[in-house]
């Protein structure tokens, strides 16, 4: 269980161009679903967080407008960069929270799944 | 202030040795979650072990142990028996639950490698 998808993988765009990436849950449903980005040899940047139904929120310095998320339902996330420059080439990588019962061996955990990432290249 | 310390960047271990990956935290939350996640070169960030605030025994799962100790805000992960599949980079990660966005906080990661 708790497998999160993200497509493409990879993607290769001309400058100027905008470029969609999507991620789901497979087998479980994600109110909220996180935005990342992560340079080479680099921990994880988080870039937004995304509310199904709601608009996303963006962690500092991340421009909105560049960066366009929509959670549209509870197994779908889109992210969307916008007239893409060479600068925004990066691995983006998405996950998705999972909100569990409390089972019999310990108390419910709220973990976040990861998708397998996207390698953006903007010549 | 950091929130979470790797102070490792790397590490070699040998193939069926055990190995501890550290992992220090800074919160005045009491209520939070601690997260070890395990990169491969393909990118993918694997969940491998959860230990909540509040548990009061170590979390295990299969080779991986959480030596958590709450006092000194440490939750360092003891990977047994090495394999050479284990060479990745290993993240730590915790979710302040006084924080309702239920975003992770990561640390820098430790790269391990696994020797033959």
């Known amino acids: 269980g708790a497998v999160v998808s993200q497509h493409p993988s990879r993607v290769i765009c001309k ?51 560049k960066f366009l998320i929509n959670h549209a339902s509870l197994t779908l996330s889109t992210l969307t960069v916008t007239s893409a420059h060479p600068e925004d080439s990066s691995f983006y990588i998405c996950s998705a929270r999972e ?25 | 202030a950091q929130k979470i ?5 790397g590490m070699f271990v040998q193939e069926k040795e055990a190995v501890t990956l550290d992992c220090t935290y800074d919160t005045s939350d009491p209520s939070y979650g601690l997260f070890w996640y395990k990169q491969p070169s393909s990118g993918e960030m694997i969940f491998l072990i959860y230990q909540g605030s509040y548990d009061q025994q170590n979390a295990t799962e299969g080779r991986y142990s959480l030596n958590f100790q709450k006092a000194r805000k440490s939750a360092n992960l003891v990977i047994s028996a090495s394999q050479l599949g284990d060479s990745a980079m290993y993240f730590c990660a915790m979710r302040e639950d006084q924080d309702s966005s239920y975003k992770l906080i990561f640390g820098s990661g430790t790269r391990l490698l696994v020797r033959p």
């Open chain 1, 15 to 65: 400058s100027g161009t905008s470029v969609k990436i999507e991620c789901r849950s497979l087998d479980f449903q994600a109110t909220t679903m996180f935005w990342y980005r992560q340079f080479p040899k680099k921990s994880l940047m988080l870039m937004a967080t995304s509310n199904e139904g709601s608009k996303a929120t963006y962690e500092q310095g991340v421009e909105k407008d």
């Open chain 1, 99 to 123: 909100v569990e019962r409390y089972t019999s061996k310990r108390w419910g955990t709220d973990t976040q799944y990861f998708g397998p990432g996207t390698r953006l290249t903007v010549l």
């Open chain 2, 5 to 9: 310390t790797q102070t490792q960047p």
